[in-house]
T-cell receptor
């Protein structure tokens, strides 16, 4: 099915470990974003990209890195995991059309112990 | 400053009745878009409806309609004829401004949990 694919779905990390959350879309969307959702809260923007080779910081970028080498892929790297990064992570993509709803991946539930 | 405010943390609604979910927003940009998303207990984010700041008519999508009051900066979601499957968390979100360099970023409200009673 076309859409946004996130892997893994679940992950447990130890404090200080690093990892990469994968995100891929097959809709040729220019825009891609990473959000985190903490319990009982709305989503907050971590990083976003307006096209291959172009990324920028969102509201809560500290502790995360991104890159966009292709249109399809937008991985999120946790440099040194901390318990405060325990959250559900969503990747989303969007076309340039302003009234087009974002397509979200199914999420990655990350626990840092 | 909070840009999207959803003041109802939780609501009960009787099956087959209508329910209105409140959303107020704050922006100084004349060009923006407003979205509503549904998040069921399974966790995925489902796009429901969109309203552009320049749209003259309120958006509708099936049983969903958006009551857009620009002067009041409100964008309430109305769900008609509620079904048990409507039980979920609902998020209001805003994208501003509508230019490429801004990255199509969304700002979300805190959400409203809806529980439909049979």
């Amino acid at each position: 099915n076309a859409g946004v694919t996130q892997t893994p779905k679940f992950q447990v990390l130890k404090t200080g470990q690093s990892m990469t959350l994968q995100c891929a879309q097959d809709m040729n969307h220019e825009y891609m974003s990473w959000y985190r959702q903490d319990p009982g809260m709305g989503l907050r923007l971590i990083h976003y990209s307006v096209g291959a080779g172009i990324t920028d910081q969102g509201e809560v970028p500290n502790g995360y890195n991104v890159s966009r080498s292709t249109t399809e892929d937008f991985p999120l790297r946790l440099l040194s995991a901390a318990p405060s990064q325990t959250s559900v992570y969503f990747c989303a993509s969007s076309s340039e059309s302003p009234n087009y709803g974002y397509t979200f991946g199914s999420g990655t539930r990350l626990t840092v112990v | 400053a909070q840009k999207i405010t959803q003041t109802q943390p939780g609501m009960f609604v009787q099956e087959k009745e209508a329910v209105t979910l409140d959303c107020t927003y704050d922006t100084s940009d004349p060009s923006y878009g407003l979205f509503w998303y549904k998040q069921p207990s399974s966790g995925e984010m489902i796009f429901l409806i969109y309203q552009g700041s320049y749209d003259q008519q309120n958006a509708t999508e099936g049983r969903y309609s958006l009551n857009f009051q620009k002067a009041r900066k409100s964008a309430n979601l109305v769900i008609s004829a509620s079904q048990l499957g409507d039980s979920a968390m609902y998020f209001c979100a805003m994208r501003e401004p509508l230019i490429k360099a801004a990255g199509n970023k969304l700002t979300f409200g805190g959400g409203t949990r809806v529980l439909v009673k049979p």
